[in-house]
């Protein structure tokens, strides 16, 4: 989708209807996740009180879609989600979930191509050693932006000079860079292997 194209307004009514204003036409969570998979904008707006509810109903599809089954939310995982409500790294997780989404979906294609190639388990050990991977390069771009030295076993004792946080961030940055070039090399000759 375009960026400068706005996105289709959905009117939630007190009945519960969804009314697609772009189409003027009444649709259901299924046509709202179609527009999904189909990369249409929307937002949803709750007629009488005119508050966007879209979190809401994007929330809504994926229960439907998780009581359908087969599930992609694993047990474990809506745990580990749940007990994030309320803890102080709350404000974290939305941009970490955010981050892992954007690289498995600029990488499925080559996800897709690998699990053809391979069969069963080494596909699925392929994918659990790249979220290994994205996993470990977070916690490493996490700890360059904590206030505290982590596993380095360096203290700090208060404020760094600007400077210095500069000089500290920089190898540190170019090894994450590093890191993701190393990733990307190998999953290229995973890929050619096949």
Not at 11 to 16: G, I, L, S
Not at 54 to 63: A, K, N, W, Y
């Amino acid at each position: 989708m375009t960026s400068d194209k706005k996105p289709t307004v959905i009117k939630k009514y007190a009945n519960r209807r969804l009314y697609n204003t772009g189409t003027s036409t009444y649709v259901t969570l299924d046509d709202l996740a179609e527009m999904v998979k189909a990369e249409d904008d929307f937002v949803v707006i709750d007629a009488k009180s005119g508050d966007d509810i879209t979190r809401s109903v994007l929330t809504q599809i994926i229960f439907d879609q998780e009581n359908r089954g087969p599930n992609l939310l694993p047990i474990n995982f809506l745990r580990q989600l749940i007990r994030f409500y309320g803890d102080s790294m709350q404000n974290l997780v939305p941009s970490y979930l955010d981050f892992s989404m954007s690289s498995l979906t600029r990488d499925q294609e080559k996800f897709r191509e690998q699990m053809a190639k391979t069969i069963g388990a080494t596909a699925i050990g392929a994918m659990e050693d790249q979220v290994r991977r994205n996993m470990q390069m977070f916690e490493k771009a996490f700890r360059m932006f904590s206030p505290f030295a982590g596993d380095t076993g360096e203290q700090t004792s208060g404020r760094a000079a600007p400077e210095q946080k500069q000089a500290d961030a920089d190898p540190e940055l170019e090894s994450l860079k590093k890191q993701l070039t190393d990733v990307q090399e190998r999953l290229d000759r995973i890929s050619r292997k096949r």
